[in-house]
C-alpha cells in the first residue's frame, strides 16, 4: 500500500474546525512537536495565497507552534528554484492549503521542491493537506466529476504526489454527495481503495499504513478487490455504472483501517 516510510499524513476532508475547538488542527500541530513544531505552509493550490496563508499562520502559532512559514509557490521556475530545499532545513511539518489540487500536482511534479517533499515524507517529516490538499496525497487523485449516481465515463483523474500508494481519496464527501464519482473512480482499478473523507474530519496515517479517524464526522472506505461483475469496459459514456459485490466501511472518530490488511481496527 505505501512503500516504507518514516512518515505520516494527515488528511483533512476540508472545511475543519479553526474557530473552537480546532481538534484537527490542535492534533497536527502535536504530531508536528507542540511547542518545538516548525510548520511550513505550502499555499499552491489557492488564488489567494495571501489570505489564506495569513489565516494558517496566525492558527499554527495560536495552537502553539514554535514557528509557521508560508510558501506560495506560484510557478515551476520556483519549485525548481536551486536552495528550495533548504526552505525546509528546520520544518518539522508541511500543510497544504485547499484550492485546486491540479495547481498542486502542476507547479511541483517532477520539481526539485516536489522531490524534497518526498524525502522529507520518507525521512519521517508529517504532511498534512485540507481539501485539495488531501485529494493530491494519493498516486492518482480525482479532479472533477459528477456528484451522485455512479456513471461512466463523467470523472476526470490525474496523477497525485504519490505519497500514499493504491488509494484514491475524495473529500468534501457527505456534505457533497461524492459516493458516486468514488465508485466511478475505484471501478477503474478496483485494487485501488476508495477513501472519503467527510467535512471537518481526517485521518492520520502512520508509517506502516494504518489510519485513525479525527474529527466531527465518518471517513468512508470502499474496498472493490473482490467484485466479480462490472460494466466499466463497456463504452457508452453516462451509462449506470455495475460494480458488485463491493465491500464498505464506515467509520467515525476513535475507530482506524489498516490500508495494508484491508480491515478496520477498533
Known amino acids: 500500500m505505501t512503500e516504507h516510510v518514516e512518515g505520516k499524513l494527515l488528511i483533512i476532508g476540508g472545511a475543519e474546525d479553526k474557530k473552537n475547538e480546532c481538534k484537527i488542527?490542535?492534533?497536527f500541530v502535536e504530531e508536528s512537536g507542540g511547542r518545538e513544531s516548525r510548520i511550513t505552509v505550502l499555499t499552491a493550490a489557492t488564488e489567494y495565497p495571501l489570505q489564506v496563508g495569513t489565516e494558517y499562520h496566525a492558527l499554527f502559532l495560536?495552537?502553539?507552534a514554535k514557528e509557521v512559514q508560508v510558501l506560495d509557490v506560484s510557478d515551476r521556475i520556483q519549485a525548481n528554484r536551486q536552495g528550495i530545499?533548504?526552505?525546509?532545513e528546520k520544518s518539522t511539518a508541511i500543510f497544504f492549503t485547499g484550492g485546486d489540487q491540479l495547481r498542486i500536482t502542476g507547479l511541483l511534479g517532477g520539481t526539485l521542491l516536489g522531490r524534497?517533499?518526498?524525502q522529507l515524507y520518507q525521512n519521517g517529516i508529517i504532511i498534512a493537506g485540507t481539501s485539495a490538499g488531501a485529494s493530491?496525497?494519493?498516486d492518482t487523485m480525482?479532479?472533477?466529476?459528477?456528484?451522485?449516481t455512479a456513471k461512466k465515463n463523467t470523472l476526470s483523474m490525474a496523477p497525485g504526489l504519490g505519497l500514499l500508494r493504491s488509494v484514491v481519496v475524495d473529500q468534501h464527501f457527505a456534505q457533497r454527495g461524492r459516493i458516486g464519482r468514488l465508485l466511478s473512480a475505484i471501478s477503474q482499478n478496483p485494487y485501488v481503495l476508495g477513501v472519503g473523507i467527510d467535512e471537518d474530519t481526517a485521518i492520520l496515517v502512520?508509517?506502516?499504513a494504518r489510519f485513525s479517524v479525527i474529527g466531527s464526522n465518518t471517513v468512508t472506505v470502499v474496498d472493490a478487490s473482490t467484485s466479480t461483475t462490472t460494466n466499466v469496459s463497456e463504452t457508452t459514456p453516462g451509462q449506470s455504472l455495475v460494480l458488485s459485490p463491493i465491500l464498505m466501511h464506515v467509520l467515525s472518530e476513535g475507530y482506524g483501517f489498516d490500508l495494508k490488511q484491508r480491515v478496520s481496527l477498533l
Open 206 to 208: 502512520q508509517s506502516d
Open 25 to 27: 488542527l490542535k492534533r
Open 142 to 148: 480525482i479532479v472533477g466529476g459528477e456528484a451522485g
Open 136 to 138: 493530491v496525497m494519493s
Open 116 to 118: 524534497k517533499l518526498q
Open 85 to 88: 530545499e533548504n526552505e525546509f
Open 62 to 64: 495560536e495552537l502553539g
